[in-house]
T-cell receptor
Framework: EPEVTQTPSHQVTQMGQEVILRCVPI?????FYWYRQILGQKVEFLVS????????KSEIFDDQFSVERPDGSNFTLKIRSTKLEDSAMYFC?????????FGSGTRLTVV | DQQVKQNSPSLSVQEGRISILNCDYT??????FLWYKKYPAEGPTFLIS?????DKNEDGRFTVFLNKSAKHLSLHIVPSQPGDSAVYFC?????????????FGKGTKLSVKP
């Protein structure tokens, strides 16, 4: 069964450093998303991406965040200068129409 | 502002019995609702969905009911099995002109006891 792949599974970074989280969406999907879940809280929408541009973003997705689809398969989330409160599970998702498929997530720990 | 609410943080049921997980929403523009199951350190796994034009959708042991007038949906699992123990998230699609993003509830932790 097709799946969304995320790497790395766990990333530890120092506060102020840049991190790039990587995702390979399902190949025939057209819409891509990043969500995050801070420990003990709900899954929150960050950004959606379609046709090589951001289609929607939440208040969380400020200037520190950016997304890119550098080639035909990868979809990346970059955090320019990480803060302690960026520590969370980050989930990538893709969909063709109604079926949103999520990856296993990247646990980001900012120390 | 919680647009999708799951008011029960946890639920415990006996194996073989029915599990009923509830979800309320406030935005009448939501057009599609989904239930996801999540194990620790894993991504949400899609379970079942329902369009806003329907009131019931069934898939094996899982049935989702939608009451639009009450802005309420529920997930029924019958019979419940120990392997169903996980956190269940209700999500609603916010169709804002593009494909739309999902708004999640806080989740309900289901424990099915043998």
């Amino acid at each position: 069964e097709p799946e969304v792949t995320q790497t790395p599974s766990h990333q530890v970074t120092q506060m102020g450093q840049e991190v790039i989280l990587r995702c390979v969406p399902i190949s025939n999907h057209l819409y891509f998303y990043w969500y995050r879940q801070i420990l003990g809280q709900k899954v929150e929408f960050l950004v959606s991406f379609y046709n090589n541009e951001i289609s929607e973003k939440s208040e969380i997705f400020d200037d520190q965040f950016s997304v890119e689809r550098p080639d035909g398969s990868n979809f990346t989330l970059k955090i320019r200068s990480t803060k302690l409160e960026d520590s969370a599970m980050y989930f990538c998702a893709s969909t063709e129409n109604y079926g949103y498929t999520f990856g296993s997530g990247t646990r980001l720990t900012v120390v | 502002d919680q647009q999708v609410k799951q008011n029960s943080p946890s639920l415990s049921v006996q194996e073989g019995r029915i599990s009923i997980l509830n979800c309320d929403y406030t935005n009448s523009m939501f057009d599609y609702f989904l239930w996801y199951k999540k194990y620790p350190a894993e991504g949400p796994t899609f379970l079942i969905s329902i369009s806003s034009i329907k009131d019931k959708n069934e898939d094996g042991r899982f049935t989702v009911f939608l009451n639009k007038s009450a802005k309420h949906l529920s997930l029924h699992i019958v019979p419940s099995q120990p392997g169903d123990s996980a956190v269940y998230f209700c999500a609603a699609r916010n169709y804002g002109g593009s494909q739309g993003n999902l708004i999640f509830g806080k989740g309900t932790k289901l424990s099915v006891k043998p």
